[in-house]
């Protein structure tokens, strides 16, 4: 008699068309789907590509979806992500800009695996080379979730952003990247609250996701993000100038919601930074498009909003997995 | 009969009238001066505030100059610097902006010690709370060079840079500090160099160190400094855009130089934000007097002189000395 678990996963083989995968630095996730692209699937692990060597992969990938496979036959799993990268898998060379977004998978590579149950295709990453309005830059990963957003809206142009560690934004024109801009915003605020003379001042990074609920805290953030947006050039001062602030200010509040306001602060200030630089010859009218999770793009709303920008949002999971099934069908 | 080094030191004791000390975070400096404020002894220590409990500090000072001290008697030691701060020897506190430059050691605390031979004055640092063109801000040490200048030039009026970790920009007038300002550049390029993605692409900053003599990196820093002059609201995406550029630029030399141009075109980026806000209301037809060592002068007279301002130059050794000697003057 089958257990529950056998049953499930006969299921699951049943079912299972094709693997989406999202194979970034620090983690790896992976979705089974059916012939509907319906997710009958999902697992993560946090072998990301910074963990794996390139004869790693496949043992790693196979560990994660094993379970899935049928007896017979062979998966595609389409890979976005670190997994193409230079040190990742195997290299699946930039396509430089512009770049149709439902066409990614032209460029797509296919490692040497050792088993035959997988067919795997890693997608490329997007290059931009300097030019009279434009600057050296790459992406890998978020080029799969910009590809979700054109299959969504197929299209869509404008103005994208995707939050983050390095965050993105994007010039879309009828499905293609025309043009891109990375800014080290997530990384800059990381490095300053925890490794800076500010780390004496700032919450941590966890005590200080949430605090845009406290109204103090929202204040210091919209003020912060105005201030750059008005003087730019004064980035590194307001930096010090928190810490001055803790050992100066006598209105600011004592204990936990200290730290939580100048963390905000400090927020405003990097994320202020980069609206300012990416929004420069941006006409309000128009809504800009926020792809990623939905505290970071409340964040970035709440800061556009400030200097006067709307916003759409798609959840970053949505579009990551609707640009890999856009790849797919392309490959198919 | 007496050994050299035994007549040496009686020829110190003999000659000593006051010691001046400069106490940083990472490092002691300690000169012996004469009647006629002549250096007549000098000794270092890496027993910086970092490294010292408060009880710690007179013994740390004795090890240092003991050896100084004649028989009998009581010998003024002046101190700048972070012994005067919270987490040193003994808090002076700061005094408010604006500060006459000469009046210093008005400020000055003596901690309680435990032997006869030493008289110390912490002087004390600067602060200045937010104002309808001001900021909270603070410094400590940069008073006591900001006053050698003084001592050097007794009505100064115009604007001072002390280039550093922390760099401040003094307005002074008729000898009085009016306002001040402290950028974060030097800690923001150290962060950068050797924490974020960028560390895989700079040269180590002592590498870096002395770059400008090669004409590819001088050509990398000022372009750098003049872009962020132009739009320092790309400041967070030129950031990322070295990191592209190292990766994709065919016309990057190999090697060793690639990562110093480099660094200097992130030395120019972090440099020219910081003149971008601290230039920015500041007429060009009359210097900037910058108090500092050699090298990192002359990297910020480079970077003034892009963007359309002349400098002076005072040495920073030489400013803390004659700063130490107004504040010992000022008080006996």
């Known amino acids: 008699m089958e257990s529950s678990a056998m049953r499930e996963t006969t299921e699951i ?21 059916d012939q509907h692209d319906q997710v009958v699937a999902q697992a993560n692990s946090d072998k990301g590509m910074l963990s794996l060597k390139a004869d790693e992969y496949e043992t790693e990938l196979l560990r994660l979806v094993g379970d899935w496979l049928p007896a017979s036959g062979q998966t595609d799993v389409m890979v976005c992500g670190m997994a193409g990268a230079r040190q990742g898998w195997l290299e699946a060379a930039y396509l430089p800009v512009p ?5 990614l998978s032209q460029g797509a ?7 035959d149950q997988l067919g795997v295709y890693l997608l490329p990453g997007l290059s931009q080379t300097r030019g009279t309005a434009t600057h050296f830059d790459v992406m ?15 299209d869509f142009s404008g103005l ?38 500010l780390k004496h001042s700032v919450s941590t990074p966890s005590a200080a996701r949430n605090n845009l609920n406290d109204p103090t805290c ?9 201030e750059i947006n008005e003087a730019p050039e004064l980035f590194s001062s307001r930096l010090f100038g928190l810490r001055a602030q803790d050992l100066l200010d006598g209105r600011l509040p004592a204990g936990d919601t200290r730290g939580a306001v100048l963390a905000a602060r400090l ?39 400030t200097i006067g920008y709307q916003t759409q949002h798609m959840d970053g999971d949505t579009a990551v997995l609707a640009g890999l099934r856009l790849a797919h069908h392309a490959l198919k």
């Not at 590579?109 to 088993?115: A, F, H, I």
């Open 99 to 103: 770049t149709r977004l439902d066409q």
């Open 109 to 115: 590579v296919t490692p040497t695996l050792r088993g």
């Open 13 to 33: 083989a049943y079912q299972l068309a094709w693997i989406a995968v999202d194979w970034g630095s620090s983690n790896l996730r992976a979705w089974g789907l």
């Open 140 to 154: 890998r990963g978020e080029e799969t979730q910009l590809a979700g957003l054109v299959a969504n809206t197929p």
């Open 267 to 305: 927020s405003g200030l990097a994320i202020g930074l980069e609206l300012t630089g990416a929004c420069r010859k941006c006409p309000t009218d128009k809504p800009i498009m926020l792809i990623g999770n939905q505290a970071l793009s409340q964040r970035y709303t709440l800061a556009l909003n």
């Open 218 to 226: 929202r204040e210091a953030f919209t003020s912060a993000v105005r």
């Open 160 to 197: 994208a952003c995707l939050p983050g560690t390095h965050a993105k934004w994007a010039t879309l024109e009828a499905g293609s990247v025309t043009q891109f801009t990375t800014y080290l915003t997530g990384e800059l605020y990381q490095l300053l609250a925890n490794q800076s003379v």
